[in-house]
C-alpha cells in the first residue's frame, strides 16, 4: 500500500504581509512534501489561513468592509503565493470554513464532555498585536515589546478555560516515550522543562459582545472561541475530521502509528509541542509525530524591522533572481534550525558561487560536452538518489541535504579538472565518450536530489539530459 505522509505549516494571520520568515517555512515544508512525492509517498502538504480574532475584527471595521470580504480578499493573496514561490501543497485550509468551523465547535464538545472545559473569570493583561496575554514581567513600561504602538488591553470577563493543568503528566510521558518528538533536541529540552515548571489553565474563549468575529461556542450563543483554541484545529479539519474518519486516519495516524509532520517558527514551540497535543489528549485523538521547530531570520545581525530599515521582502527575491534562487537560499544557505541571517552582500556571494558558477556553470559544461560529443542522449537506467541524502532529509535536516548536492557539484567540478575530457575527445575520442557519459548520469543525478529543493531548474537539467541540448543562456546568471 502506498505509504501516507502528511505535513502542515502554521497558519499565517490572515492580514500579515508574507515575511523571509513565512517563506522560509513553507519552503521548507514544500521541500520535504516534494520528496515524499519522489519517493511515491501519498501526500497531504496543508497550508493556509488564521482569519479570526480581534485584530482581524478591527482592521476590517477600520476600513468599513464586512469581516467576510475583508478576509476573503486577503486569503487570496497568501494563496497566489502557491505560484510565486512553487507551492506544491494539496490543502489551503481557512478557519472561516463552515467545515471547519464545525470540526472546532466537534472538537470542544468532545473536551467539554472529558471535564476539560469549565468557566471562570478571566483577568488578563492582553496584546491585541500579538494576540496573546502578557505577563507584567513580558511589559516594557507597560507595553509590548513587540507592539509598543498598541495599547494593552485589561480584559475582565467571564470566559471558558481548557484544563490544561490535567495533561501535565500525560504530556510529560509522551516526551519520555518518543525522544525524537520536537526536532530539534534544544527546542525539546525547552519544551519539556516548560511543561515540567506545571500547566496553567488558558482561556479559550471571549465575549461575543466584545469579539463578534469568532466560532459560536456551543451550547452558549454569549461566547466565541478564542482564536488559538479555534486554530489548532484546523490541522485535524483540514482532512476532513471529523466527518471523514477514513481519511483522518490514514493521513494523521493513529495512536500506535502516527503520522502527523508539523513545522513551525521558535515562537510557536510552546502552542504545537504543548497546547495542541494537550488538546489532542483531551479529545482522545492520536499526538502529532513530529514537531519541526525553525529559527528566525535576521538581517545584519539585527532583527528585521520597519524602523530599522531593513526589512527584506522575499518577493523582491524572487523578482529580482527567481523563485529557485529563493528556494536555493533557504535550503543550503539558511541554517535549518537556528536563526539564519540575510544580507543582500552574501546572498548575491552564494548565489555567484553556487548557483551562477557552481550549478549553472557545470549544468552547461556537461550538457555541451555531451551534445558536441555524443550522438545520442544518455539514456539513465537507474534513478539514484544517494542514501545520505535521503537520510538527511527524513530526519528534516534540509541544510545538510542541500550540502550534499553542492558537495557533488564540487567533486564533478573537480573531476572535468582532472580527467579534460574536451582535450581528450581529440585523442581519445572512446575514453572522451566515456567521461562524458558518467559526468552526465552524475548531473542526471544531480537533478534528482535537487527534485524538492529546486523544482524548475531540476526538470530544465532533466529536460537537457533527455534532449542531449545544452542551455542556450545561463541557467543563473551573474550578480554584479
Ligand atoms: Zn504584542
Redesign the pocket.
Known amino acids: 500500500m502506498q505509504n501516507k505522509f502528511f505535513i502542515t505549516t502554521t497558519l499565517p494571520y490572515v492580514n500579515d504581509k508574507p515575511h523571509l520568515g513565512f517563506a522560509l517555512e513553507i519552503i521548507q515544508a514544500d521541500i520535504i512534501a516534494r520528496y515524499h512525492v519522489l519517493m511515491g509517498d501519498e501526500v497531504v502538504f496543508n497550508f493556509g489561513t488564521d482569519e479570526h480574532g480581534v485584530k482581524i475584527y478591527r482592521k476590517a471595521q477600520e476600513q468599513g468592509k464586512d469581516t467576510q470580504a475583508y478576509v476573503d480578499e486577503y486569503a487570496a493573496k497568501f494563496d497566489a503565493l502557491k505560484k510565486g514561490l512553487n507551492l506544491s501543497y494539496t490543502n489551503f485550509i481557512r478557519t472561516s470554513d463552515p467545515k471547519h468551523k464545525a470540526a472546532a465547535q466537534e472538537f470542544w464538545k468532545i473536551c467539554e464532555k472529558n471535564g476539560d472545559i469549565y468557566k471562570q473569570i478571566y483577568k488578563v493583561k492582553y ?4 494576540e ?1 496575554e ?1 505577563t507584567d514581567s513580558e511589559l516594557l513600561d507597560g507595553k ?4 509598543p504602538n ?1 495599547a494593552i488591553e485589561n480584559i475582565e470577563e467571564e470566559n471558558y478555560f481548557f484544563r490544561w493543568s490535567k495533561h501535565q503528566k500525560p504530556l510529560l510521558d509522551f516526551y519520555t516515550a518518543n525522544p525524537d518528538f520536537v526536532i530539534p533536541d534544544f527546542r525539546f529540552n525547552e519544551i519539556k522543562k516548560f511543561v515540567e515548571g506545571g500547566l496553567k489553565d488558558f482561556s479559550i474563549s471571549r465575549l461575543k459582545t466584545k469579539m463578534p468575529w469568532g466560532i459560536p461556542v456551543p451550547g452558549d450563543d454569549a461566547q466565541v472561541m478564542y482564536v488559538w483554541f479555534d486554530a489548532l484545529i484546523n490541522y485535524v479539519s483540514t482532512l476532513g475530521w471529523p466527518s471523514d474518519e477514513k481519511r483522518f486516519t490514514e493521513f494523521w495516524g493513529t495512536r500506535d502509528k502516527r503520522n502527523a509532520v508539523q513545522i513551525a517558527g521558535k515562537d510557536n514551540l510552546r502552542q504545537q509541542s504543548a497546547m495542541w497535543q494537550g488538546m489532542l489528549l483531551s479529545a482522545g485523538l492520536p499526538l502529532s509525530k513530529h514537531i519541526i521547530i525553525h529559527g528566525f531570520i535576521n538581517s545584519g545581525g539585527q532583527k528585521m524591522s520597519k524602523s530599522l530599515g531593513n526589512v527584506i521582502d522575499p518577493f523582491e527575491v524572487v523578482e529580482k533572481f527567481g523563485t529557485d534562487a529563493l528556494r536555493y537560499w533557504v535550503a543550503k544557505e539558511a541554517n535549518t534550525f537556528e536563526d539564519s541571517d540575510f544580507t543582500w552582500d552574501k546572498f548575491k556571494e552564494s548565489y555567484n558561487a553556487d548557483l551562477a558558477n557552481g550549478l549553472g556553470n557545470l549544468t552547461s559544461r556537461i550538457t555541451k560536452m555531451a551534445a558536441t560529443n555524443l550522438t545520442e542522449p544518455v539514456s539513465i537506467l537507474v534513478d539514484t538518489i544517494p542514501d545520505s541524502f535521503k537520510a538527511a532529509i527524513e530526519v528534516f535536516d534540509i541544510k545538510k541535504a542541500a550540502g550534499i548536492v553542492w558537495a557533488e557539484i564540487s567533486t564533478l567540478d573537480l573531476l572535468i579538472q582532472e580527467t579534460k575530457p574536451f582535450a581528450l575527445a581529440k585523442t581519445d575520442p572512446a575514453k572522451a565518450k566515456d567521461i562524458i557519459k558518467n559526468l552526465v548520469i552524475r548531473l542526471y543525478n544531480i537533478g534528482r536530489m535537487l527534485n524538492p529543493i529546486l523544482p524548475e531548474t531540476s526538470e530544465t537539467i532533466k529536460t537537457l539530459i533527455q534532449e542531449n541540448k545544452f542551455p542556450e543562456k545561463p541557467l543563473f546568471p551573474r550578480i554584479d
Open positions: 496584546c491585541v498585536g500579538c496573546l502578557k509590548c515589546p513587540i507592539h498598541m
